[in-house]
């Protein structure tokens, strides 16, 4: 077959295979259209899950009369003009391809108002044929109606699929859309059944509001709202405490500078800030929005305009991590106004009895005070508290029970306190901070490990000596691919050294850093403190248990043990009064 030149029809429906996957594509390229326009209110309209008609309106500014033609043509765009545009590019839409693209798979309608004209103007494409406009009546605003979707590509339709699955994911892009702005009215409605309505939202309350009509009440009640900027990149939006988690990462919506994206990056930031407050295998919920100089991202990465690319991913990766593990710091009790795990009347407690144990004899717990190794019992921690003193966040201890469990009252009820797991987080907080510190001690190795590398690995080590030193690792190249390892961080001393350094090689050699060694001092730290923790069916003094509970008060994260499980919960009066059916 020889080469000859495209028909511009068939060149358009080549590129709607990229732009134009499924009806939710259409719905994401015409929205973002509307918010680039201004746009305070948009109304999404479907029908059949998008394979019969989709429609956007919107009151934004609207396409002047002479353009409206130039909108459906290919490369043909108001938001840039130039390739020092394109490097600063703010708007979601800059490539000029969507109108074009969707115009040559449908059967597509535009009418459109400009702020400055008199009337509104309509024209029609039929699989790229574009009609002559006409005169229309239609507020300031635009409306793009798109008509059976992939008519004219059989094969493209084919892979549809029910119209259930294509409504599901169109309103999932839609909810995304309606996180990123706020500010903006939103409208679904599928089958000419209202399934969304959402007012602008102005203040914080409204804005929770939002969150909580898209992510759900529970997200809602467990999250709190976080806002800092820091080198000129700003992090705002809420994230799940540690007791709201999901099975899957489905809860996890990034935005940069407005646009809805999924970045490697940014995940991996959120994960290592969540990272020894999860249960293994759980994973956090968060909405945050990330905003920095457009010069500093490539919007362009992509296709379909899902990712991007950071020109100093280090520093934005470092931003992130920084800003949610400093809110994640204050999951203790009373650090948050929200309760660590919302009882139910029917998980509240199960009828019956258990051993209680009050009040123990000093001489049933002489090496109870040993277990608990930096945690003293405070002169002032009598066993009965002071009536007039206010009542701290987890309250005074009134019992233990089964030996496993604290019983407090503070000032709404009764607390429950997990006294391994508690105690578990307080020593690994303190393991950390003595980590923190002092720089990396190193352990000579009694043989040097000699190992192969490939050239490029033994030149990096050459280049990042310093930081290899600083991580604790002394290593030296002893031929074109041959490095010998002498030092390791004592604090791993038993950990396989090649492994070791060859994952923090790659590390380096992949962002510019490496978290490797803080991990894995992560995991170590953590294994010596559930060692150290006080141990199930001790029995504890009223006074060490309360020096427990002012332990908690103070330690970062003190909610979760080191492995995500809870520390403690409440029972409220109101609660329990039901649980025994008073004032009925």
Not at 471 to 484: E, H, I
């Amino acid at each position: 077959m020889p080469i000859r030149q495209l028909p511009s029809h068939l060149i358009n429906q080549i590129a709607a295979g990229e732009v134009v996957e499924r009806p939710a594509s259409v719905v994401k390229e015409l929205v973002e259209n509307s918010l680039d326009a201004g746009s305070r209110a948009i109304q999404i309209d479907i029908i059949s899950g998008g394979q019969k008609l989709i429609r956007i309106r919107d009151d934004g500014a609207g396409i002047d009369h002479d353009e409206l033609a130039l909108a459906l043509s290919r490369h043909a765009t108001s938001k840039i003009a130039s390739l020092d545009d394109l490097e600063v590019v703010a708007s979601l839409g800059f490539r000029g391809e969507a109108l074009p693209s969707i115009a040559s798979v449908a059967r597509l309608t535009l009418t459109s108002r400009a702020a400055s004209a008199d009337s509104a103007w309509q024209l029609e494409a039929d699989g790229g044929a574009v009609s002559t406009p006409a005169p229309a009546a239609h507020p300031q605003g635009t409306t793009v109606e798109v008509h059976d979707l992939f008519y004219n590509t059989p094969a493209r339709r084919r892979f549809l699929r029910t119209e259930r699955t294509e409504y599901s994911h169109i309103e999932k892009w839609v909810r995304r859309l309606t996180l990123s702005r706020p500010d903006i009215a939103f409208t679904l409605t599928h089958n000419r059944r209202t399934a969304l309505s959402l007012a602008a939202a102005t203040d914080e309350e409204s804005r929770r509001q939002r969150v909580a009509s898209v992510c759900g009440d529970a997200f809602a009640d467990q999250c709190v709202y976080i806002e800092r900027e820091t080198d000129g990149i700003a992090l705002s939006g809420w994230i799940g405490l540690p007791t709201f988690n999901r099975s899957q990462p489905d809860m996890q919506y990034w935005f940069v500078n407005g646009r809805s994206i999924s970045d490697k990056t940014l995940s991996h930031a959120a994960r290592h800030a969540y990272r020894d407050v999860l249960f293994h295998g759980r994973y956090p919920a968060y909405i945050l929005n990330l905003t920095m100089d457009p010069a500093g991202v490539d919007a362009n990465a992509h296709p379909a305009k899902h990712e991007v690319r950071f020109r100093d991913g280090r520093r934005v990766h470092g931003v992130v991590s920084q800003t949610v593990e400093v809110a994640l710091k204050d999951t203790r009790p009373g650090g948050h106004n929200v309760a660590p795990i919302p009882m139910t009347r029917d998980s509240a407690f199960n009828q019956g009895s258990m051993p209680l144990h009050r009040g123990p004899s000093t001489a049933a717990v002489r090496e109870t005070l040993a277990a608990y190794g930096s945690l003293a019992t405070a002169p002032s921690l009598a066993e009965t508290p002071d009536p007039s003193a206010a009542v701290p966040p987890l309250g005074f201890a009134v019992a233990q029970l089964a030996g496993v469990y604290i019983l407090a009252e503070n000032s709404e009820g009764l607390v429950v306190v997990d006294m391994h797991a508690a105690h578990e987080r307080i020593i690994y907080e303190k393991l950390k901070r003595g980590y923190d510190d002092r720089d990396l001690v190193r352990q000579p190795l009694l043989v040097p490990e000699a190992i192969s590398v490939s050239e490029s690995e033994a030149n990096l080590v050459e280049q990042s000596g310093h930081v290899l030193e600083k991580l604790g690792l002394v290593v030296d190249r002893s031929g074109p691919t041959n490095l010998t390892i002498r030092e390791v961080p004592a604090l791993l001393r038993n950990a396989d050294a090649e492994s070791l350094l060859r994952d923090v090689l790659s590390d380096i050699s992949e962002s510019g850093s490496s978290n490797r060694i803080d991990d894995v001092s992560d995991d170590y730290l953590a294994t010596m403190a559930c060692h150290y923790s006080v141990r199930a069916n001790r029995i504890l003094t009223l006074a060490e248990m309360n020096a427990l509970l002012r332990e908690m008060e103070s330690t970062e994260r003190a909610d979760q043990c080191n492995h995500g499980r809870p520390t403690w919960t409440k029972i409220t009066l109101p609660e329990l009064d039901r649980l025994f059916l008073r004032g009925r």
